[in-house]
Every structure is written in structure tokens, then in C-alpha cells.
């Protein structure tokens, strides 16, 4: 029966990404002469392609968002107020006080760009990330009563703000 410590242990990487150091390479030495012969845009690339990551300037996209002309601490302002209205059930006033908030901070820190000036509505941030949430959220109605969904076509082919569930007549909207 063989025991565990007779398996050597699994590679910590893929084969594409393990290099054997050069014929030369003396570890005890202490040279480093022979980090020249390292080709590190190959062996980034093998990473890549091994796990299917992309360099920026690789990724396909009708259009680039425009907030990624801007600092990366902006952008990451917009997504965090963008991300506290979808996750966090902020209300948009509470999403736009705080990307403000993390704005102004900025300004007191002078790292707030004069050009282009950050939008501060949490409704512009989110253009300029490029995130339409009316292209993949539809908002349903529903009666108070009997919570019987109605999409925006069935709502606006109703006779009338009844709601068409049987046993209910509860008004869906006034």
C-alpha cells in the first residue's frame, strides 16, 4: 500500500507556464546575468492563454466605456455606487451621495482629474461604465393581493387597472 508522502505532490502550474532555468543557472551563486534570457512576454502569454485571460488591448467591444479613458480611482468610484444601488439596495440617492462623497474625497486628496471631470450622478456613472440596466431588467407589477405578475405588455393590454387573477379585483395601479 503506498502512502501519500511516496506521490510527489501535484505542480503548483500548468506545464505551459514551468520553464526549466537556463543550462547556466547557478542558484547558490547569486548572479542574477542570466534574468536577460528570460523571456517574460512568452511566458505571460502561456499564462494567458492557459487560463484564457486577455491584455486590455485585446478585448473585442462595439465601443470602449468612457469610463476607462478615465483614472482607475474614479472608475472605481462609479463602481462602487453602481454596485450599492444594484447590491446593496441603496436608493439612488443614497448611490449618488456616496460616489459625491468619494468624489469630494478625492478633490481634498487633488487627485480629482480636471479633464474629463468626473459625472456625479450615480445615472451618468453608470453610462459612463457603459451599464444600461434597462437592457437586462424587465420590472414586472404586481397585484398587492395576490402578487400575480404582469409584464409591461400585459399590463398595457388591460381593459383596465383590475387585476385579471380569478377571485381577485384588486387594483394593480391607480
Not at 467591444?61 to 468612457?66: D, N
Not at 476607462?68 to 453602481?82: G, K, N, Q, T
Not at 404582469?150 to 391607480?174: M, N, R, V
Amino acid at each position: 500500500m503506498a502512502s501519500d508522502e511516496d506521490e510527489p505532490p501535484p505542480p503548483p502550474f500548468p506545464s505551459s507556464m514551468r520553464t526549466p532555468p537556463p543550462e547556466d543557472f547557478d542558484a547558490d551563486s547569486g548572479d542574477s546575468s542570466h534574468m536577460h534570457e528570460l523571456d517574460v512576454q512568452d511566458r505571460s502569454t502561456a499564462a494567458d492563454r492557459t487560463f484564457g485571460f486577455q491584455p486590455d488591448s485585446e478585448i473585442r467591444t462595439p465601443h470602449r466605456p468612457l469610463a476607462f479613458s478615465e483614472p482607475s480611482h474614479i472608475r472605481f468610484a462609479y463602481l462602487v455606487a453602481s454596485l450599492g444601488r444594484v447590491y446593496r439596495h441603496q436608493t439612488v440617492e443614497q448611490a449618488t451621495f456616496l460616489l459625491r462623497s468619494m468624489l469630494k474625497g478625492y478633490a481634498v486628496a487633488k487627485v480629482c482629474p480636471e479633464n474629463p471631470k468626473p459625472v456625479t450622478t450615480l445615472q451618468a456613472a453608470m453610462n459612463r461604465l457603459g451599464i444600461d440596466p434597462d437592457e437586462h431588467i424587465t420590472v414586472y407589477s404586481a397585484c398587492p393581493t395576490c402578487w400575480k405578475l404582469y409584464s409591461p405588455q400585459e399590463l398595457g393590454a388591460l381593459p383596465g387597472p383590475e387585476c385579471t387573477a380569478t377571485g381577485c379585483s384588486d387594483l394593480i395601479y391607480t
